[in-house]
């Protein structure tokens, strides 16, 4: 956990790294992103991949790590919870595999967030998304954001899923960016304006 600034602050953001890296690759993030109010809590995906770990199987079915890791990030946050950072003050922040994980927990979470944060990631199941998301899904608030010039996660798609979400209802905003698998200045500052929107 790294500790808000400004002591005393229930608000918490579960942080989500991407393929092959670990939590110590988000250590800058609160440095980043500059919110004085915001607890940080970076978590490791729970399978080993070279020296870094992974949310699900890359290469093959993802769905049964997604629903693995779905689960443990429910109980992580449940733990949040009982150790007093209620839910509607606690975002989740993921990139590229987070961003999946984002969107699982986001759709499927049956307490409302504070908000949901998705970077150069998709899903891997839109429509099962869409088909058991809980009853707060549409509630949800979430800001993602993709590369037009993404060579590991199809701009494209992205896109495509994002509309298929908001015609569903969802509340996604969509911020698009000419940049590959990474993150840009101007991403972070539209991410802290959206964590500030959403205290």
């Not at 606690?90 to 590229?96: I, R």
């Amino acid at each position: 956990m790294v500790p808000a600034v400004e002591k005393g602050s229930q608000r918490l953001m579960l942080v989500m790294h991407g393929l092959g890296d670990s939590m110590d690759g988000y250590r800058e993030v609160p440095h980043v992103l500059q919110v004085p109010d915001m607890n940080y809590l970076l978590v490791n995906a729970p399978d080993h991949y070279f020296g870094g770990y992974s949310w699900y199987d890359y290469d093959g079915d993802p769905a049964p790590g997604v629903e693995r890791s779905r689960k443990m990030l429910f109980e992580v946050l449940d733990a949040q919870r009982e150790a007093g950072f209620p839910t509607e003050e606690t975002m989740v922040f993921g990139f590229s595999q987070g961003c999946l994980m984002t969107l699982e927990v986001g759709f499927r979470y049956p307490h409302k967030l504070a908000g949901c944060v998705g970077v150069s990631g998709y899903s891997n199941d839109p429509e099962g998304l869409l088909e058991n998301r809980s009853s707060v899904a549409t509630e949800q608030r979430f800001l993602l954001s993709h590369g037009t010039m993404d060579p590991v996660v199809p701009f494209e798609r992205t896109q495509r899923q994002v509309a298929q979400f908001q015609a569903a209802g969802m509340q996604i905003e969509f911020e698009q960016y000419p940049k590959a698998h990474t993150f840009v200045e101007s991403e972070w500052q539209r991410i802290r304006e959206f964590i500030v929107a959403c205290a």
